[in-house]
T-cell receptor
């Protein structure tokens, strides 16, 4: 079974600064997907960024980028130029590659415990 | 507007009662999911369904039941067998054919057992 660990329950950052959220995971799979989701105070879950394990290049989406270290099973999220609207809980999540999941059992997301990020003005 | 709706937003239940949470999507997605969110524990998968008339247990299925009679709908019943049902429940959907499916989430239902 896969596990995802976020060791930082809470983080804070000043507006316009950079912050990095940590995530580690444990799996015996070689091919899989990793995600960062954001849950603002409205509680609406929003996908921030995703990474395919077989791709060496780290994913980037505007101010959001990841540092994917496959051997270390680490997947951190860097938020640059932090904005007040980035205040939210952030979840790291793991998904098996469909080819490895079999039948109709693919698509399962395993989430970490979440990190509450507060951006201060 | 395409999206996922969950109703009701808040639900109160007496101990020993079954209650059904609604989830509807008009995104034409094949797959649908139910998650439970508790403080400090992140989201945990209850049940999921990749196609109509088929569903799979997730990590915490005990005390819950689902049905998938229509592509658009995936209701979750919290039974009296669920020992600690007070939680925030999130429904999600995704297109089945895409390799690394983004899951789109509904606004959630807050269930409180009195």
């Amino acid at each position: 079974a896969q596990t995802v660990t976020q060791s930082q329950p809470e983080m804070s950052v000043q507006e316009a600064e950079t912050v990095t959220l940590s995530c580690t995971y444990d799996t015996s799979e070689n091919n899989y997907y990793l995600f960062w989701y954001k849950q603002p105070p409205s509680r609406q879950m929003i996908l921030v960024i995703r990474q395919e394990a077989y791709k060496q290049q780290n994913a980037t989406e505007n101010r959001f980028s990841v540092n994917f270290q496959k051997a270390a099973k680490s997947f951190s999220l860097k938020i640059s130029d932090s904005q007040l609207g980035d205040t939210a809980m952030y979840f790291c999540a793991f998904m098996k590659h469909p080819a490895n999941a079999g039948g109709t059992s693919y698509g399962k997301l395993t989430f970490g415990q979440g990190t509450i990020l507060t951006v201060h003005p | 507007d395409g999206g996922i709706t969950q109703s009701p937003k808040y639900l109160f239940r007496k101990e020993g009662q079954n209650v059904t949470l609604s989830c509807e999507q008009n995104l034409n997605h094949d797959a649908m999911y139910w998650y439970r969110q508790d403080p400090g524990q992140g989201l945990r998968l209850i049940y999921y369904s990749q196609i109509v008339n088929d569903f799979q247990k997730g990590d915490i299925a005990e005390g819950y039941s689902v049905s998938r009679e229509k592509k658009e709908s995936f209701p979750l019943t919290v039974t009296s067998a669920q020992k600690n049902p007070t939680a925030f429940y999130l429904c999600a959907s995704s297109p089945r054919q895409v390799a690394y499916n983004e899951q789109f989430f509904g606004p959630g239902t807050r269930l409180t057992v009195l």
